[in-house]
């Protein structure tokens, strides 16, 4: 596994933390997150970001299936990053693969918010939860 | 903290504190639960928990006095659930108006989920800190009615929601 410079989150109900194996940059969020990890997830995606550009990876996975909640302002830090990405020449712009779990319709309700806005940059796909519940 | 039941079919419950933001979410998952209960819809009570959430963080965001108040009550109408969400803080003329436009503009809007894409592509630009997503999502994502009501520097907001009673999970014999 190649290092990769990306802080994790483990604070105010919400853990996220990345991986960068085998040439995929994924993200697995889990939780909940309010207005007291805006910050936090506004530097981790920043981070991402400037990672993702450094290994030219094709495509971000975000892995949403044991997130409980996720309020407007840290909505909105994802929709800062796809600004970022859409800004991007073509050729260095990536993708982002979310994962939903079935069971929590909200999830589908809000990424489907994001995929409109970007829509050719946003895949949202469900499976089941990883605890299998 | 009051709860109450004042017909048999009836549920309702008020807060009135100083809330943080960390009391916020433990609000939500207290009224997320209080939904689940009675209502027996777990995308129903996260939308419901959800706009819970957005309402009480915009009033500690906002109050004027550091106090809010919450009152969420649920009643049997027409063989339906109406789920009233209800909060109140103070908040000074400059947030007043903010919050009247941006109401007016969720209220009117004839496709709340076109208003609810294109604000956030506004979001995306905004500098302030704010996303300006809270209460549309509230309208688009938790599909419920919005209203507002402002009394000198007292403002008043309500969401509202029918749910469909959901049958009782059958018990099954077991051998």
């Not at chain 2, 209502?39 to 419901?48: C, G, N, T, V, Y």
């Not at chain 2, 809270?134 to 009394?151: H, K, N, Q, V």
Request: charge should be negative.
């Amino acid at each position: 596994m190649t290092a990769v410079d990306i802080p994790r989150i483990d604070a105010n109900d919400l853990r996220a933390a990345s991986s960068y194996l085998d040439g995929n940059l994924s993200l697995q969020f889990a939780g909940s997150a309010d207005s007291r990890s805006q910050g936090a997830i506004e530097a981790m995606l920043g981070r991402v970001h400037a990672e993702a550009l450094r290994l030219g990876v094709p495509e971000v996975s975000v892995d949403f299936r044991d997130c409980d909640f996720v309020n407007s302002s840290c909505f909105k830090a994802f929709v800062v990053w796809l600004e970022q990405i859409q800004e991007l020449e073509t050729e260095q712009q990536y993708r982002l693969r979310f994962y939903s779990d079935d069971t929590k319709a909200w999830q589908r309700r809000s990424l489907q918010a994001l995929s409109c806005f970007a829509i050719e940059l946003v895949h949202i796909e469900s499976k089941p939860n990883r605890g299998g519940s | 903290m009051r709860a109450e039941c004042p017909e048999s079919d009836d549920a309702l419950f008020e807060l009135r504190f100083a809330p943080s933001v960390a009391l916020v979410s433990t609000v939500r998952r207290f009224v997320s639960d209080f939904y689940d209960e009675l209502l027996k819809d777990r995308d129903a009570s996260h939308r419901l928990g959800m706009a819970t959430h957005e309402m009480l963080e915009n009033a500690v965001h906002y109050s004027s006095d550091h106090r809010s108040e919450l009152v969420v009550s649920l009643h049997r109408v027409n063989g339906q659930f109406l789920v009233t969400i209800r909060t109140t803080n103070r908040a000074t003329d400059e947030r007043l108006s903010k919050v009247r436009r941006a109401l007016d503009e969720v209220v009117t809007a004839p496709d709340p989920m076109d208003l609810y894409n294109q604000l956030v592509r506004r979001a995306a630009k905004r500098t302030d800190g704010g996303s300006g997503l809270g209460l549309r999502r509230i309208r688009a994502e938790a599909d419920l009615a919005l209203s507002y009501s402002i009394e000198g520097d007292t403002l008043v907001l309500t969401a509202e929601g029918r749910f469909p009673p959901r049958p009782e999970p059958q018990l099954t014999e077991s051998r």
